[in-house]
Structure formats: C-alpha cells, structure tokens
C-alpha cells in the first residue's frame, strides 16, 4: 500500500515542504531515496525501535520511502516521526484520511517519546502558506508553531498520541498562543541605574539607540564599559510584531527558542568571544546556519576587547553590516540571512589599558596607542558612529551617588525619537533609523544653517577630523534633534555630536 506523508525542510529561515512517499510490498528490504543526509538514513533503526516497543506492528517487507522533491538535501533526525507515521499508516494501524491535512514533524526516541526539532516557526508559516489544517509537532515546540493563526497545532510526547489524533480518538486539544496580545513586557535582569555616575556615557548611549548609532566604548579596565554595553537593550524601543516574527525564525532555525516558548519578545544581545570564527560570526556550515550577526537581527551585537578580534573575522562582517543581510552560497543553494543588528563595541586604549587614565600611569611605548588602534580595519571603524571615551568613576561616587535614571525612563525618550524616525522615513522602506541614512537622505535632512557650518568647519579643523567623521556627525547631530523633538539641527545638537569624535582627532594617541 502506498501512503504520503508531509514534513519540512529548512533552507536558511524558510521551510520548504517535503512529500514523503511510503510504499509496502511483498518482499524484505528497507530503501529510502530522495537525497537524505546520514541522520536520516539511521532513522530506519529509531523507528522500528519505537513503534515495536510501543506495541505497534512494524511490517518486515519491502519498505520504500521517496522524499520529494529530491533535489533538496533533508537533514537531521526531525523526519522521524513523518516516516514512521507513513509506515505505520501504510501497515494499515493509522486512518489515512487525515494524513494530507497535515505536516508532522519529530524526533523519535527508542520508547517512542517525540524528542524537540529545530525550525518550527518557519514549518508552520509554510504549512499555513501551503493550506494545510494543521501541524503535529514536538509538545516543546508547538507554542512556537501556534502563533501562526489559522492553523490546528497538537503538541505531542509520544507516537500513541500522533496515532490518536489521526484516528480522530485524541483527547488532546489544539495549542493556542495569543501573539499578538500585549504579553509580559519585556523583563531584564540588568537596569541602567546600576550603574554610578557615567551620566555622558549614558547620554551617549541613548543616542545610540534613539538613532540606531553603532558606538564604541574605549576606556581602562574596569571603567564598566562591559557592565554599559549589557545595558543597551534595555533602553531598545520593543520589537513590533514583524520584527519579532524575524528574530523568531532565525533562533528557530539555530535552535535557540527555549521549550514552550513562542515568540522572542525582547531583542537580542550576542556578545560572542573575541575567538570566534568567521563563520560563527557571519554564518556558514555545510547547511548553512545563521551566526552571531543574524542572531542579533533587530538587536545589539556586543564585541568586547575589539582589538582582540582577528582581523579576517573583522572584515567578513563589513559587507553585512552594509546591506543588512548576509548571503552564504554553497554549491547548491544561496540562503540569505537577515542581518540587521547594532554594534556595540568596547576596547582600551591602548596594550597596557591605561591611556588617559586620570590617576594611573600609561606604560605604552610612542606609538603603541595608534598600533592598537589599527589593529581596527579604517572601513569597520568608518561604520561606527560614536566614540566614547569611558573613564572610571571615584570610589567615592561609586560608593555614594545614587545610579540616576531607570532604563525605562530613557527608553521613552528613546521610542519617541524613532517614532519620528518613522514618519521621516516612512516611503523609504529600508531606512529605519537616522544611522542608515544615504547621502541624499542626509543632504535632505541634515540641513545645516549658516552658524553652524562654521561650527562644523571649525570643528574639522581644529580638531583635524577627516573627512569621513563629516556625515557621521550629521547623521547623530539630526538624532540628538530628534531626541529633543527639534525640526532642524542647531548648533548645541552639532556640538554634541562633534565630541562623539575622539578617535578621528589627529592627535589621538600622540
Ligand atoms: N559606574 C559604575 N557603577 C557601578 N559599578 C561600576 C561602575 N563602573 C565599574 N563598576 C564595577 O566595576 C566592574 C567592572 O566593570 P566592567 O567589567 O564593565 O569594566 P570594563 O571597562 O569592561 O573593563 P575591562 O576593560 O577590563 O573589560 C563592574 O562589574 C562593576 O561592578
Ligand atoms: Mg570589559
């Protein structure tokens, strides 16, 4: 008897479906075809454990499974579950009139309990996209698939279960998540007032976010450069419900949703190791998965001790960082992923930490302070916005001044600026924020009067800027307007964003 079930294949973050045909016949042998990886191969010995030991019948004959279309690779262990439905079906122990409304996706174990799989959200966006009734997926997973609407979502444990649902004798109901009500709000563990004094520092920070400014934290150890930067995605505007659907779908795919949840609701903070790989940093793999710039979509990518990273992982992330999308290709098949993050980086001065330190002593040779600094391709330092120069605060002020302002204080002002961001933008639909401005955007809203073009020049001269730093200091000069609900940049927002310079001065590290 020949019998078809219906799973997914993951192809970047987006799912393809995948018929799986099963056919018994008079004979002994077990073939499966349509270009299945190992993983898949060795599900024939996990199924025939699990449905014997879950007292099923697992027919000894002529067993083929063809999975179409066959020219796309299937990998992993989540086929499971759809062959060994199509088996049993095909045995004649499951009612076949249900199979075709539905995909069904899992990982089987020996005793037939239904192990989590990776890359739900995307399945279940196909399996609404493709007009099928509904998804039986892994009982971890199936919050994530149920906030698709319209679409009937059994979250299982075990294969009795699956068996009961399509033999229309279960008596588990349809899982259903409300994605788009209000839910919590977003929860996080740190808290801008934590931190004492730095009140320029966080100034500086919230123009970042209100602007979307990638910024740089320079200063000595222990000055709480990395105990500023955790606190960034606290004073983030939230996600809206597009861009939380897109976060979602790329941890999907990587396998970072956590059991039973559905949608990531606060953006994301990746702060990988100044060891990590290129294709850790960007992506890469034989199946291509997202790496840590796409884990940051719609978030903050910190990258501490900046120097320490190797040059060649520096410099893979240049072109992303531009087109806000990274393109890995493989012989096969092309995957994009959305790449749409903040960089947040921090770094010291110099090889000894101590430059411009106000009580401790530079013990850096001439000219070890610009090396270091080199160590940072020009084109990546060109993307950055702001420079930050933190210096530690007192003791004493550690120990008496109260932390100032709650994130959610800042975060308003914050939401206020990108609202009108927003509607500045609005019939541009790449440009978000101020930071992603062209130079036609920034001629047309970036218009400077006559003082302050001679605040500007001056600027550049005196303090010997190059001529990169010049709409850098444009676009964060129409972001602090912004923040202070002004039309046009006047000459005290120019002058602010003039100081977020430091590294650009001819006499940095002299
Ligand atoms: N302004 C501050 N308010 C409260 N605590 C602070 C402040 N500055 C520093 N600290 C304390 O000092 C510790 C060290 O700060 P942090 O690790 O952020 O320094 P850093 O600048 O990243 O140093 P390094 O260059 O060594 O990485 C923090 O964990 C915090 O306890
Ligand atoms: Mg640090």
């Known amino acids: 008897m020949l019998v078809k079930t219906f799973g997914c294949a993951l192809i970047g973050i987006d799912a393809i479906t995948v018929t799986i045909e099963v056919n018994i016949d008079r004979g002994i042998n077990f073939y499966l075809v349509g270009l299945p990886d190992n993983a898949v191969k060795e599900s024939q010995q996990r199924i025939e454990a699990a449905i014997t030991n879950l007292g099923y019948y697992y027919p000894h004959k002529r067993i083929v499974i063809n999975m179409a279309p066959a020219d796309i690779r299937k990998e992993g262990s989540a086929y499971d579950l759809p062959i060994a439905i199509g088996i049993m079906a095909a045995a004649e122990q499951i009612n076949t009139d249900l199979l075709e409304r539905f995909i069904i996706m899992g990982e089987l174990s020996l005793d037939g309990t239904i192990n989590p799989i990776k890359g739900t959200l995307p399945i279940a966006i196909k399996a609404k996209k493709d007009g099928f009734r509904g998804l039986i997926v892994p009982k971890e997973n199936a919050r994530e698939a149920a906030v698709v609407e319209g679409l009937e979502v059994y979250g299982v444990e075990t294969m009795h279960e699956v068996v009961a649902i399509l033999n229309g004798n279960a008596h588990i109901t349809p899982v259903a998540v409300d994605a788009y009500g209000d839910g919590p709000e977003p929860c996080y563990e740190y808290d801008f007032s934590d931190v004492k004094g730095q009140e320029n520092i ?204 709650s994130s959610a204080a800042v975060r308003e002002r914050v939401i206020k600026a990108r609202k009108i961001q927003e509607e500045r933008y609005a019939e541009y639909p790449t440009i978000h924020a101020n930071a992603q401005m062209n130079s036609q955007l920034i001629q047309k809203y970036c218009e400077l009067d006559e003082p302050c073009r001679n605040i500007l020049k001056n600027a550049m001269n005196r303090l010997g800027l190059s001529a990169r730093a010049y709409d850098r200091i444009l676009k964060v000069s129409r972001t602090i307007a912004d923040l202070a609900s002004s039309e046009c940049i006047q000459s005290e927002h120019l002058a602010e964003a003039i100081n977020y310079r430091s590294l650009d001065r001819d006499n940095w590290g002299s």
């Open 202 to 405: 966080k100034r500086a920070l919230e123009i970042a976010a209100a602007g979307g400014h990638n910024v740089i934290l320079i200063g000595p150890p222990g000055s709480g450069k990395t105990m500023l930067a955790k606190r960034m995605p606290t004073i983030l505007p939230p996600l809206t419900m597009a861009e939380a659907l897109e976060t979602t779908k790329i941890h999907s795919v990587a396998g970072l949703i956590g059991r039973n949840a559905a949608l990531v609701r606060t953006r994301p903070f990746r702060s990988p190791h100044h060891t990590i790989s290129d294709a850790g940093l960007v992506g890469g793999g034989t199946y291509p998965q997202p790496g840590e710039i796409s884990l940051a979509h719609n978030g903050v990518l910190f990258l501490d001790e900046l120097p320490e990273f190797k040059r060649t992982v520096l410099e893979v992330m240049r072109q992303p960082m531009e087109d806000r999308v990274v393109t890995i290709s493989r012989a096969k098949m092309t995957v994009d992923f959305p790449a749409s993050f903040m960089m947040v980086a921090a770094m010291n001065p110099c090889p000894c930490g101590y430059y411009n330190h106000p009580d401790k002593e530079c013990t850096c040779k001439p000219g070890m302070v610009q090396q270091y600094l080199n160590r940072i391709s020009g084109p990546l330092m060109d993307r950055i916005d702001l420079h930050v120069e933190v210096v530690p605060v007192a003791y004493k002020d550690l120990s008496s001044k109260s932390g100032g302002e």
